[in-house]
């Protein structure tokens, strides 16, 4: 069973930065693609990006491209979303995520095995 802890959420006006970490414990975290997450209060889940299990590939959903950069270190077991010039429409809950299978559409929430709790991310305009 893996654990997914995220922390570093909170309250940032626009134009900010915030570092969002996700801790991993209980698998073997250098073997997942990890995925971020957010939800927003009446809005489905959606996609904000993901990278792969080396680090060595990163994606991102066109809407956080060029401002989001999503980074690991498997020797620390954990996966990091530096997310700068934040707008207002960024805020949400996030999420990290773990997926097991490599090749599955790492866009989809489905496909994602482990979840964290989320942590709040409020960006005032």
């Known amino acids: 069973q893996v654990q997914l802890v995220e922390s570093g959420g909170g309250l940032v006006q626009a134009g900010g930065s915030l570092n969002l970490s996700c801790a991993a414990s209980?698998?073997?975290?250098?073997?997942?693609?990890m995925g971020w997450f957010r939800q927003a209060p009446g809005k489905e889940r959606e996609f904000v990006g993901r990278?792969?299990?080396?680090?060595?590939?990163?994606s991102y959903a066109e809407s956080v491209k060029g401002r989001f950069t999503i980074s690991r270190d498997n020797a620390k077991n954990t996966v990091y979303l530096q997310m700068n010039s934040l707008k207002p429409e960024d805020t949400a809950v996030y999420f990290c995520a773990a997926k097991l299978l490599s090749g599955t559409d790492y866009t989809k929430p489905d496909q994602y095995d482990y979840w964290g709790q989320g942590t709040q991310v409020t960006v005032s305009s």
């Open positions: 990278i792969d299990w080396s680090g060595l590939s990163t």
């Open positions: 209980g698998g073997s975290f250098s073997t997942y693609d």
